[in-house]
Structure formats: structure tokens, C-alpha cells
């Protein structure tokens, strides 16, 4: 699905959820505390041990249930994330990060019906959340609302900048909205914020690389495929960059480096699993 890479990335990468004072005078926190801090060294069979610890103590604790549901969005243990986050909603209705995660939840199985007004609930609980306003703009994407998304891409961009920490996820995001809806101009400055952002963005570069081929500059487009090529991390795939090169290589005319590409995607889908 769409963004699933992002979202599994962002559960891992994101902070977990602040405890509030009532929290902290919880028998179960310290263990919490302690599965917060596996959790962020990466530790995550320990940490899942310590926040079962902290929920034996305390049921109710609402950062161990999210920080539980987080773990196991990340493993594909939906059914089990779902329940926390009820969980966590029933001891604590005014959160919006719990509320935030149960669209995460529903949006990662596909059922974004579920995921919108989750998402939208979340929002109206914690509307300088710019991850939020994101995964509202994601949503309301995938369901078709293309004008939507782009004003809570929007949203998400000026909140990421408010708080000093723009994301070229972001950006990227509504680039490639706008891209889609022909705004080319637009896209090319979203992408270059982006860049701006994050020089080493293999996704940067890459769908830089698709507006220059779009706009018939297909000798550029090659330099960025290449570029994207030599990076890592983010939702672009290699053989997503080799057929780009591919069509790009074609069109500046260099027959050799199209062919070179082109046996080098065979491959790849040759070895990809059926």
C-alpha cells in the first residue's frame, strides 16, 4: 500500500508520547520508562518485555498502550495494536496521539473509510501535530480528494516549519500531488525545499528526476536518476529508478546506458520474489 513504508518508519523513528503528571505517579511508569528507552536504542523484544511489565502493574496506562500498539504496527500485529489503542481511548478519550495512532492503525489496513474521521478526530485534539495534518493529507489523497490533501500538506509544511523541524517527506508529498494535478511550477519548488531539506534524499531526488523527464529535459533526468541511484533509504525503489533511467537514457539519446539499465531491471525483477 501507498505510504506503508513511511508510516512502519515513522513508528519506529517518531517520539513516543509525553506522560502526562497523572502518568508519572503510575506503579507500572518506571517500567514504561524503561521500555521508552529500549524502544529508542532499537531494542524492541526488550522494550515489548518491560511495557508488558508496566501494563501488568497498571492496565490503564495510556504511553505503554501506545507505545505497545507502535510495536506492533511496526511487526504487522494489527489486531493486537487495535486493541491498545481502544485501550488506551477508553482510559484517556482526550488523547489525540492514541487517536492518531487508531488511524495509523486503520490506514495501514487499508481501511481508510476508518482511518479519515480517526484522523480527522485526532486533528481537532491536537492541531499543531503536523503528523496529523500529514497522514489527513495522505488519506484524503487516497480516497481521491486531491484538493484536500494538498491544503493539509500544506497545513503540515507551515506547522513542521513553525516548530523549526520541516520534514522533506513533507514536501515530497505534496510535490507529487501536485505533479499529478499538472502544477509542474509548484512541484518543482516543493521538491526543492525538500532538497533543501534533505540533500541525500534518494525519494528527492528521484522525483525531481520524473518532473525533468516530464518537462523533456531528459539529459538532467538521467544525472538525478543516477543520483537517486547512489543513495538510500525513503519509498523509491531501484527498479523504479531503472526504468526511469531507462526512458531517460532513450530520450537524451544514449542508447548504450538505456540498454545497460534495462538488462540491469530484468534482472532485478527476475530475482524479484513471485
Known amino acids: 500500500m501507498k505510504w506503508a513504508r513511511t508510516a512502519v518508519a515513522f513508528l519506529i523513528s517518531a517520539a513516543c508520547l509525553l506522560a502526562q503528571p497523572q502518568w508519572r505517579q503510575s506503579p507500572g511508569y518506571p517500567a514504561y520508562q524503561k521500555g521508552n528507552a529500549l524502544f529508542v536504542a532499537r531494542?524492541?523484544?526488550e522494550s515489548e518485555a518491560a511495557i508488558e511489565e508496566a501494563l501488568r502493574l497498571d492496565p490503564k496506562l495510556v504511553p505503554?498502550?501506545?507505545l505497545k500498539a507502535k510495536l506492533a504496527m511496526a511487526g504487522n500485529r494489527f489486531d493486537v495494536a487495535g486493541e491498545c489503542l481502544r485501550r488506551a481511548l477508553a482510559a484517556d478519550p482526550t488523547s489525540g496521539y492514541a487517536e492518531f495512532l487508531y488511524g495509523l492503525?486503520?490506514?495501514?489496513t487499508n481501511d481508510l473509510r476508518s482511518a479519515l474521521p480517526r484522523f480527522e478526530?485526532?486533528?481537532q485534539m491536537s492541531p499543531a501535530d503536523p503528523r496529523v495534518a500529514l497522514y489527513l493529507g495522505i488519506a484524503s489523497e487516497t480516497l481521491?480528494?486531491?484538493?484536500?490533501?494538498l491544503s493539509y500538506y500544506e497545513e503540515a509544511v507551515?506547522?513542521?516549519q513553525r516548530g523549526g523541524a520541516p520534514q522533506a517527506a513533507t514536501f515530497l508529498a505534496g510535490a507529487r500531488l501536485l505533479l499529478l494535478m499538472g502544477r509542474d511550477g509548484e512541484s518543482e519548488q516543493w521538491i526543492g525545499q525538500a532538497l533543501q531539506v534533505e540533500p541525500g534524499s534518494r525519494d528527492g531526488h528521484f522525483e525531481l528526476a520524473r518532473l525533468?523527464?516530464?518537462?523533456?529535459e531528459a539529459a538532467p533526468a538521467a544525472k538525478e536518476g543516477e543520483a537517486a541511484l547512489l543513495l538510500r533509504g525513503g519509498d523509491t525503489t531501484d527498479a523504479q529508478i531503472h526504468y526511469l533511467l531507462i526512458r531517460a537514457y532513450r530520450g537524451s539519446g544514449n542508447s548504450p546506458?538505456?540498454?545497460r539499465h534495462a538488462d540491469i531491471l530484468r534482472t532485478l525483477e527476475g530475482n524479484a520474489p513471485r
Open 43 to 45: 531494542k524492541f523484544p
Open 64 to 66: 505503554a498502550l501506545t
Open 105 to 108: 492503525e486503520a490506514y495501514l
Open 121 to 123: 478526530k485526532a486533528h
Open 144 to 149: 481521491g480528494q486531491t484538493d484536500r490533501a
Open 158 to 160: 507551515r506547522l513542521e
Open 212 to 216: 525533468l523527464l516530464k518537462k523533456g
Open 257 to 259: 546506458e538505456a540498454a
